[in-house]
């Protein structure tokens, strides 16, 4: 079955930067459109980055813009998530995602199409 694994989270200083992996076992990345979400505490799962199939395209949430960025490796079938600048706010878990085969990322409104495949989280906590 599908297996996503985030790796690279932790404590870090307001202003510090932390390095997301997500590595992907019997899905390749290249295959459908894969992104990271993150879920505060008491509040709802949002959207934070994708990047299309084909990975000509990325999409970032605009809490994120201009301080997170988003990749994919296809020979190392990863997608990383380098986030700059943190602030207190981006304390979630962040969690790595991907479509179907052949689901592509919705060029407007990337978040909002159904993702198929979860990892478990990787906690993000930035101290003020």
């Known amino acids: 079955q599908v297996r996503l694994v985030e790796s690279g989270g932790g404590p870090v200083q307001t202003g510090g930067s932390l390095r997301l992996s997500c590595a992907a076992s019997r899905y390749s990345v290249g295959s459908g459109c894969t992104g990271w979400f993150r879920q505060a505490p008491g509040r709802e799962r949002e959207g934070v980055a994708v990047?299309?199939?084909?990975?000509?395209?990325?999409r970032v949430a605009d809490s994120v813009k201009g301080r997170f960025t988003v990749s994919r490796d296809n020979a190392k079938n990863t997608v990383t998530l380098q986030m700059n600048s943190l602030k207190p706010d981006d304390t979630a878990m962040y969690y790595c995602?991907?479509?179907?085969?052949?689901?592509?990322?919705?060029?407007?409104?990337?978040?909002?199409?159904?993702?198929?495949?979860w990892g478990q989280g990787t906690q993000v906590t930035v101290s003020s």
């Open positions: 990047v299309s199939r084909n990975g000509a395209w990325t």
């Open positions: 995602a991907a479509r179907a085969r052949g689901g592509d990322c919705a060029p407007f409104g990337p978040f909002s199409l159904p993702f198929e495949y």
